[in-house]
């Protein structure tokens, strides 16, 4: 049993931090949002515009991938693409993204350990990745609400299968509000507050109710 005499205020080697994470983005297309069906496909538009909005803030390498992008599938959806102008994702012909090595190359250079992972679909492009890196192992967070599988059961079955493998389930939110962490650190604070009142709904429309009427106290957020 741990000594909790000796507890200190440290966090968790397991959160996820600016310095150790790497976001991989897998198939963010028209043709596998077509057959998306799990949940409402401009929620998961949102999620993942939201995530890569807050990568950036943290300047966390962002990793784009797509599968079949001129022949089958077609190019990422605007949205994220206008979030990385010039950036050429990895065009694939594998559904596991693992499986190519310029892919997986791309993750070691990033040096990171832990990858935070989102795509379409989540029964097949996340959980077979996710799998392949934890095998190797890599710590991987998928946030789930910026993916979507072909049906509800599909996408479901496929969290609890990451889940017994130790991957771990998250959402965008508590994933940039996990390497925000204090919000006495300014230098994000401003950036990453603007993409929570964009993205972030009820509790984004909270931020900027609170910036506009108690704007002594809106750095507590």
């Keep these: 049993m741990a000594n909790i005499g000796n507890a200190k205020p440290d966090p968790a080697a397991s959160l996820l931090t600016p310095q150790d994470s790497v976001v991989l983005l897998v198939d963010h297309q028209p ?26 803030v943290f300047n966390i390498p962002v990793i784009l991938t797509t599968v079949a992008s001129k022949t089958f599938s077609g190019p990422l959806f605007p949205q994220l693409a206008e979030c990385f102008p010039g950036v050429a994702p990895i065009d694939r012909t594998t559904m596991n993204c693992w499986e190519d090595p310029r892919v997986v190359d791309a993750v070691k250079a990033s040096g990171r350990p832990k990858i935070v992972m989102a795509g379409l679909w989540t029964e097949v492009c996340i959980a077979l990745a996710s799998l392949s890196a934890v095998d190797q192992g890599y710590q991987v967070y998928v946030p789930t609400d910026a993916c979507g599988g072909v049906t509800a059961e599909a996408h479901d079955n496929a969290v609890r299968r990451m889940v017994q493998h130790g991957i771990v389930p998250v959402t965008w939110l ?13 230098q994000t604070y ?9 993205h972030a709904g009820a509790y984004g429309l909270g931020l900027a109710y609170a910036r506009a009427m108690l704007p002594h106290h809106a750095a507590a957020a």
């Design 31 to 56: 043709q596998m949002f077509f057959g998306t069906t799990s949940t409402d496909r401009g929620s998961i538009i949102n999620a993942t515009v939201g995530l890569a909005k807050g990568a950036k």
């Design 174 to 186: 508590t994933t940039v509000l996990e390497w925000q962490r204090d919000w006495s650190r300014t």
């Design 190 to 198: 401003d950036a990453i507050t603007a993409v929570i009142k964009e």
